[in-house]
T-cell receptor, first 112, second 114 residues
Framework: GEKVEQHESTLSVREGDSAVINCTYT??????FPWYKQEAGKSLHFVIDIRSNVDRKQSQRLIVLLDKKAKRFSLHITATQPEDSAIYFC???????????FGKGTSLTVIP | EAAVTQSPRSKVAVTGGKVTLSCHQTNNHDYMYWYRQDTGHGLRLIHYSYVADSTEKGDIPDGYKASRPSQENFSLILELASLSQTAVYFCASRHWGGWAETLYFGSGTRLTVL
């Protein structure tokens, strides 16, 4: 099955700087790539996604890039704020399948 | 706002005992999922369901059963709890069809098996 690798297990940035979290996947048939955020002691909630028919998507300070050739996608958080501190999970889903495969998570700390 | 409610929030069980985790959604979603979260493993799918009275195995179903008696309710059952099943369990729901892909998660159940 699909394997999603999340390369940074922890990441620290200064407030106002950008943070980048990288993920790779193995299944070329994967077509949907969401990101979820888990704040301390809380559940996961959706933040942004990208589909395989585009290579870039932006929602306010969040940018997702997809490189299908390299089977890599990344989350860029610009102008980071302390409330961005959380664990971020990338995931992938294959067309026609119902399972979402998650990376292991990246713990992002934004230092004020 | 989509709502997924899990109960209990936390539970301590004894090895060999039976544990039932419950999930209720008011989203009118077709799909429901049970994931477990372990440090260093991210989330892994145990069981899922796309319609009442039917469940499907995920990637790590061994030692778990699931039950979907209605569209709103989805339970995870550990018939003989083991130490290795200590984890945080998340239920999620999702609409089927169109571009609606977002998973809506419950607040999680922290299960400790002693």
């Amino acid at each position: 099955g699909e394997k999603v690798e999340q390369h940074e297990s922890t990441l620290s940035v200064r407030e106002g700087d950008s943070a980048v979290i990288n993920c790779t996947y193995t299944d070329t048939a994967s077509s949907y790539f969401p990101w979820y955020k888990q704040e301390a002691g809380k559940s996961l909630h959706f933040v942004i996604d990208i589909r395989s028919n585009v290579d870039r998507k932006q929602s306010q300070r969040l940018i997702v890039l997809l490189d299908k050739k390299a089977k890599r996608f990344s989350l860029h958080i610009t102008a980071t704020q302390p409330e961005d501190s959380a664990i971020y999970f990338c995931a992938a889903r294959r067309t026609g399948y119902q399972n979402f495969y998650f990376g292991k998570g990246t713990s992002l700390t934004v230092i004020p | 706002e989509a709502a997924v409610t899990q109960s209990p929030r936390s539970k301590v069980a004894v090895t060999g005992g039976k544990v039932t985790l419950s999930c209720h959604q008011t989203n009118n979603h077709d799909y429901m999922y049970w994931y477990r979260q372990d440090t260093g493993h991210g989330l892994r799918l145990i069981h899922y369901s796309y319609v009442a009275d039917s469940t499907e195995k995920g990637d790590i179903p061994d030692g778990y059963k699931a039950s979907r008696p209605s569209q709103e309710n989805f339970s995870l059952i550990l018939e003989l709890a083991s130490l290795s099943q200590t984890a945080v369990y998340f239920c999620a729901s999702r609409h089927w069809g169109g571009w609606a892909e977002t998973l809506y998660f419950g607040s999680g159940t922290r299960l400790t098996v002693l």
